[in-house]
T-cell receptor, first 116, second 112 residues
Framework: DTAVSQTPKYLVTQMGNDKSIKCEQNLGHDTMYWYKQDSKKFLKIMFSYNNKELIINETVPNRFSPKSPDKAHLNLHINSLELGDSAVYFC???????????????FGAGTRLSVL | KQEVTQIPAALSVPEGENLVLNCSFTDSAIYNLQWFRQDPGKGLTSLLLIQSSQREQTSGRLNASLDKSSGRSTLYIAASQPGDSATYLCAVQETSGSRLTFGEGTQLTVNP
């Protein structure tokens, strides 16, 4: 069974459209993340949720809105897509039990978004 | 603001060679450092995690070291194989449950 799964794997859409990417983890983790990997392969954090609460919100346009219906899901909704949004988006999850527990972040396979 | 740099950007070696990948970070107040592997079109696979209090971690042919005071980590790969070809990413975490700050990666090619 896949630990962190993202859908869809590929997403091709026109500029101006609204789209969503879904992420689910079956690891029982309480923290989930969205990262963006640009054309230069550089990975940067976008958002982090802990127990359905937003804890990290980097400087991301407000066209990007994460939604966490429960601990196991963190979806990413993008409004009014722009050419510059084309990238690979990775979801990740980890446990977060305090300073004594350095848990690994597990990543999904990524969603390759192409905006035309 | 934490910045992570990886050298070299790309490395090509013949099969069987031992090799070292380098990672440096600007703020030594880190919680842990992780090395990941990324295959083309795939997600990231965690290879090794070193806590800030540790100096090294080993897994099979991989050995990662951490020198927090100088802001450096190395990933040593022994007896490289073509299957080791991938991009290797270094990432630091500053507090538990916080973001990972990634380097730009080293693209490794091991030639048969």
């Amino acid at each position: 069974d896949t630990a962190v799964s993202q859908t869809p794997k590929y997403l091709v859409t026109q500029m101006g459209n609204d789209k969503s990417i879904k992420c689910e983890q079956n690891l029982g983790h309480d923290t989930m993340y969205w990262y963006k990997q640009d054309s230069k392969k550089f990975l940067k954090i976008m958002f982090s949720y802990n127990n359905k609460e937003l804890i990290i919100n980097e400087t991301v346009p407000n066209r990007f809105s994460p939604k966490s219906p429960d601990k196991a899901h963190l979806n990413l909704h993008i409004n009014s897509l722009e050419l510059g949004d084309s990238a690979v988006y990775f979801c990740a999850s980890s446990l977060n039990l305090g300073q004594s527990s350095p848990y690994i972040q597990y990543f999904g396979a990524g969603t390759r978004l192409s905006v035309l | 603001k934490q910045e992570v740099t990886q050298i070299p950007a790309a490395l090509s070696v013949p099969e069987g060679e031992n090799l070292v990948l380098n990672c440096s970070f600007t703020d030594s107040a880190i919680y842990n450092l992780q090395w990941f592997r990324q295959d083309p079109g795939k997600g990231l696979t965690s290879l090794l995690l070193i806590q800030s209090s540790q100096r090294e971690q080993t897994s099979g042919r991989l050995n990662a070291s951490l020198d927090k005071s100088s802001g450096r980590s190395t990933l040593y790969i022994a007896a490289s194989q073509p299957g080791d070809s991938a991009t290797y990413l270094c990432a630091v975490q500053e507090t538990s449950g916080s973001r990972l700050t990634f380097g730009e990666g080293t693209q490794l090619t091991v030639n048969p």
